[in-house]
């Protein structure tokens, strides 16, 4: 068995946050009650479940959900997108360009 991997350490939206919190919050942080999280990292949307067995961070990007994981809810009504996604697709925040 592999050692779980340390997620790689990206600047977030709230610009640099210490590892410590990070993992704080990872760790304190309740089960999702979102059915779908997207990323505000990549633009990714994934289940719920994916993230959790990413170690709550984006299966795409490794962005922790305590920082970077919105409910999907939150990008579909403000963009018309789809009630339920596409698993892993790119939805912008603000629409799709062009
Ligand atoms: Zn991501």
């Known amino acids: 068995m592999p050692k ?8 977030t939206s709230q610009g640099n946050w210490p590892d410590w919190l990070d993992d704080w919050l990872t760790e304190n942080l309740p089960p999702s009650q979102y059915q779908y999280i997207w990323c505000l990292h990549c633009e990714h949307v994934y289940h719920a479940a994916n993230w959790a067995q990413s170690g709550r961070a984006c299966p795409n990007c490794g962005a922790s959900e305590a920082l970077d994981g919105w ?3 939150t990008i579909q009504e403000a963009n018309n997108y789809p009630l339920v996604p596409q698993e892993g697709a790119c939805y912008p925040q603000y629409g799709k360009e062009g």
């Open 4 to 11: 779980k991997k340390r997620r790689h350490r990206q600047t």
């Open 71 to 73: 409910d999907w809810k």
